[in-house]
Each structure stands twice: as C-alpha cells, then as structure tokens.
C-alpha cells in the first residue's frame, strides 16, 4: 500500500518524539509533563535535539489539522475569556501550590460566582492545561497554572495578552476601514483602549499598563528563541574591543544587562522614555552598575549619545511603519561615526516555505499582532535594505544574521559617513 500523508506524519512524529525523548533520558531532565511540579521550559540544549523537537511539533500540528479536515478548520474556538478571567481576578494565586481548593472557596476568594468560576476554570483546563480538577468540584495546579501563581511576568504576559493584544485584533479591521491609515493612532488597539494618543504616550499616562508591559517583554523573553542569548552569543561583541553600545528603546534593561554580563568589555547605556526607565537603576545587580546607564530618551529626537560603537534596536523598528523607522534612522545619524553601527534585532519575515512552519507561523502571527497593535509590520531582507537606503544612502553593507534557533535576526548596517 502507498503511503500517505498522514501515515508519513505520523512517522516523524515517532522518529523525532523518541529523539528528544532519548535525550531528555540520557541528561537525567524531566520528562514533560503538565504535572504541578513539572518543568516549565525545556532546557535542551543541543541543536539536533531542538531541531527533532520542531519537526515533531510541525509534523503533529499538521497531522491535527489534516484530522480535523478543512470545514473543522475554518471553525477555530478562538476565546480568550477564561485566560482574561484567570488574569483579572487572580485565581492562580488562590489555589494552593501543593493542595486543592472547592470552586465555592475559590470563587468566594475571587470575588467571582460560584458557577461562573467553574467554568471558566474548566475551559482552561481543557483548551490551555492551566489548573486541573482532582476531584471533582475542587481546583489545583498545573505546571503551567503554578507558573502563573508564581511568575509576576508570566502573569503581565497574560494581562498583557488578553487586555490589550487580543482586544485589538477585534477591532483591526474596523480601524483599517474606518481611518484608511498607517498611523499608530489608527489601530486596532486604539480603538480598543478608546484613545487618541500613540500606544507608548499612553502608557507614560498609565504606569500601570507601562510596567505590565515591561514584564511581558521580560517573560516572552523567555520564549524558546527569544532568549537574549541569541543576542550576546550571535554577533560579534568581542571584535568590537572596548565599546559603548547604546540600547535605544531598551526598557528596564533586561537584554542590557545579558550583554553587560556576557561581555565585561562592553559599557552599556539603556535609552527609554523616561517613564518606562524610572527606577530601573535600583535593579542593577552592584557588579554591572559601573558599566550600564540609563537615560531618558525620545528615539524621534536627535540621538545624545555619540560615537558609539554600536545603536542597538530590539524589538524597536518592527513596532513602527516604514516612514517612522526612517524618521529614528535619521535621528540615529548625526550621533554616528564613520564605521559605528546601527544593529536592530527583529523579525525576519522568510521567504514562503522556506522555514519550518511553526517558526513561520510565530513571525505571521508577530506580524499580525504589528498590525493590529502599531499599524506596523516585519520585515524581509529587501524591507530592511529599503528602510535603511531611503533613512540615508550612508548606511551600507546590511548583514543579516539568523542565529540557528534564534526567533530574532540581527540585522547590521554600517555607517559609512
Ligand atoms: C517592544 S519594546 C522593546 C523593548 C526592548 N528593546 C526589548 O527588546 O525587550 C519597545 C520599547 O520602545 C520604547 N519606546 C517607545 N517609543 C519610544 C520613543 N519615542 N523613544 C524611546 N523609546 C521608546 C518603549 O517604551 C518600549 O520599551
């Protein structure tokens, strides 16, 4: 009999699901589970094995939507109540780490009804494996669910989510018909939080929302290939000797303070709005502090720092349209010295079919998430050459790393002067 799709995903999914398994066994880790005290993040650590864990994840995902059928796939459960819920009212800090607790007590602690508790508790166990049932009628945790009672960034990355990321995708193509604009004032966001002001002014209004945000950048820094390392491990650091790099846009420091730690020849100066960097000093652990600054600074206005070695952008341009990255290049130019470089560490958006589909699938749905929060959008390798070309024709040589299993690319251009 000729084989068929299904039956050669199926394949690969044993052949890589034994790999990693094989793995897991041979260093002594855990093996996952959803356990309350199991691991919450794989900690693998060679490439083969990374690479055997995305194939199995590709190819299960494939075998799902191949088992649903196309009709089932155009039907999605797409509800974000029950994780908004578990953020809003804190349920995952009222359920005891290594006990249970009744609906009624919970809801009671919550503030929320008995009936309405359960069911949303219920749909997280079933669609998300956040919190399980032992028993019937009484709640304990999951690893996942733990990791909420426990991580104040996993749980901004939450809020974060839901009260404002997924507000916005409702409201997206409404803003697109209804304002015909790229502006960050036209979005799917700003409707959905009623303002008339840019995201980031917002949040200089709204501390609150400011430092959410701030924790969420922390925790989905966590992410498999999102992790700084791929930063301080992926570009040449050592070659550039004794250098000042400036993390414009850096928040509270966080991928900062990985190249300070990571490269003790490196000084470091985090430039943000003043709101978002304000007592972010205190958190330097004392051994860094000689080397990382922070300064209150608009990326719009004339960059105050020069003759870095290198303007360092995470995360920034990809929150922007293109006429507004070339507005921050050329704010960037009169700072720069011949030979200093401007390095962004974004998206790559790949060639179609040329990257493995749930990396693809997380910068389309990255992209999505620009578009709906920013009016912005990722970028592929002839964007980044556009954008930098048109800030100024000085900027040359655009290199593009993609480290292997990184999720950001690092996108160089060197000032020619
Ligand atoms: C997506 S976050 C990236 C943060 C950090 N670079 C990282 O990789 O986690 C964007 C950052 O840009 C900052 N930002 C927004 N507008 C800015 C402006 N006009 N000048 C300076 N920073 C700004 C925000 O406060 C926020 O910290």
Redesign the pocket.
């Known amino acids: 009999m000729a084989s068929t799709r299904i039956a050669d995903l199926a394949a690969q999914i044993q052949e890589n699901t034994t790999k990693v398994d094989q793995y897991l066994q041979s260093k002594n880790l855990p093996s996952p589970s959803f356990h309350v005290d199991g691991p919450v993040d794989f900690q693998i650590e060679d490439e083969e094995i990374q690479k055997a864990r995305e194939t199995a994840l590709d190819s299960s995902l494939e075998l799902h939507q191949l088992l649903l059928g196309p009709a089932m796939c155009l039907r999605p459960v797409l509800n974000g109540v029950s994780l908004q819920a578990i953020y809003k009212y804190d349920i995952a800090s009222h359920v005891p780490i290594h006990g249970q607790i009744s609906f009624a007590d919970l809801g009671r602690k919550c503030g929320m009804s008995e009936t309405n508790l359960r069911r949303i508790v219920r749909f997280a166990i079933a669609y998300h494996r956040v919190f399980h049932e032992p028993r019937e009628g009484h709640v304990a945790h999951s690893a996942a669910s733990r990791k909420l009672a426990e991580d104040a960034d996993a749980r901004a990355g939450l809020g974060y989510m839901f009260d404002e990321v997924w507000q916005s995708f409702a409201r997206t193509v409404e803003a697109r018909e209804r304002f015909q604009s790229d502006e960050p004032t036209h979005t799917g966001w700003s409707l959905s939080q009623r303002t008339d002001r840019p995201v980031?002014e917002h949040?200089a209004e709204h501390p609150a929302m400011a430092r959410r945000f701030?924790g969420s950048?922390s925790a989905f820094?966590d992410g498999v290939g999102l992790s700084p390392r791929f930063l301080t491990e992926g570009y040449p650091w050592a070659s550039l000797g004794t250098a000042t790099v400036v993390?414009?846009?850096?928040?509270r420091g966080?991928?900062a303070l990985a190249l300070a730690q990571s490269h003790p020849h490196l000084r470091l100066v985090v430039?943000?709005?003043p709101d978002?960097i304000r007592g972010a000093r205190d958190a330097v652990p004392a051994a860094l502090a000689p080397r990382v600054a922070f300064m209150a600074?608009?990326?719009?206005a004339p960059q105050p720092v020069p003759a870095a070695a290198v303007y360092l952008f995470?995360?920034?341009f990809h929150?922007w349209s293109d006429a507004h990255v070339v507005r921050i290049l050329r704010a960037t130019v009169p700072a720069l010295a011949p030979g200093a470089r401007v390095v962004a560490?974004d998206y790559l958006i790949p060639e179609p079919k040329t990257m493995a589909p749930s990396k693809e699938r997380e910068i389309r749905g990255m992209d999505m998430i620009m578009l709906s929060l920013f009016n912005a959008r990722e970028r592929d390798r002839a964007d980044w050459e556009q954008v930098f070309k048109e800030a100024d024709p000085r900027f040359k040589d655009v290199v593009i790393w993609v480290p292997e299993g990184a999720t950001l690319s690092i996108i160089e251009a060197v000032w020619a002067g």
Do not use: E, K, P
Not at 247 to 251: E, L, N, P, T
Not at 297 to 300: I, K, L, Q, S, Y
């Open positions: 980031w949040y701030a950048m820094s993390d414009v846009g850096g928040s966080h991928v430039q943000d709005l978002m600074h608009d990326f719009f995470r995360n920034i929150n560490n």
